[in-house]
T-cell receptor, first 114, second 115 residues
């Protein structure tokens, strides 16, 4: 079946603009995660959804970052007033349930803020 | 606070060698541990998932072991091939705090297998 998909694959934006990144999880997966991978850094957890609710938002780096999930499926990560330090690859993952199950990752969105 | 370390950071080996990648974590109270590979410019591919109650998992030429008490996992790759060249990441999932589960990733081992 189809894997996790993300769009766009690449996004170049000017400093100060808002961007929206989209994630389509595997059908039937109730858990969804967003991560960020900066150049030379490990993966950094951002937010976790179980269904449409986000019990753990502790990884969001500032209030410019927000995310929502609708219909227990598609999720959107929004970055307002982008800064150059927001440049990174944003990865989305989904899993069948919240605990003990494998995470499946999408190909990521490479965000470049100029 | 859980910290995950992977050694070595980079490794270059001739084709056919058996090799071991190491992952260590500071808090042994984990729920599970997952090994991934990441190819340049691509997302992560899950390789093996080991639950905290398990000691090892095998898939083809890959074998991952878990020693929770010492905070270590190893990924063993048998008869390495050039197609194994990638960055290998381990991720540890902590036990539930405040009703949530969180994966903490290591910074990876960049493997190059020479033909």
């Amino acid at each position: 079946g189809a894997g996790v998909s993300q769009s766009p694959s690449n996004k170049v934006t000017e400093k100060g603009k808002d961007v929206e990144l989209r994630c389509d999880p595997i059908s039937g997966h109730t858990a969804l995660y967003w991560y960020r991978q900066s150049l030379g850094q490990g993966l950094e957890f951002l937010i976790y959804f179980q269904g449409n609710s986000a019990p753990d938002k502790s990884g969001l780096p500032s209030d410019r970052f927000s995310a929502e999930r609708t219909g227990g499926s598609v999720s959107t990560l929004t970055i307002q007033r982008t800064q150059q330090e927001d440049s990174a690859v944003y990865l989305c993952a989904s899993s069948y349930a919240g605990q003990g199950t494998e995470q499946y990752f999408g190909p990521g969105t490479r965000l470049t803020v100029t | 606070k859980q910290e995950v370390t992977q050694i070595p950071a980079a490794l270059s080996v001739p084709e056919g060698e058996n090799l071991v990648l190491n992952c260590s974590f500071t808090d042994s109270a984990i729920y599970n541990l997952q090994w991934f590979r990441q190819d340049p410019g691509k997302g992560l591919t899950s390789l093996l998932l080991i639950q905290s109650s398990q000691r090892e998992q095998t898939s083809g030429r890959l074998n991952a072991s878990l020693d929770k008490s010492s905070g270590r996992s190893t990924l063993y790759i048998a008869a390495s091939q050039p197609g194994d060249s990638a960055t290998y990441l381990c991720a540890v999932r902590g036990v539930r705090t405040s009703g949530t589960y969180k994966y903490i990733f290591g910074t990876g081992t960049r493997l190059k297998v020479l033909a």
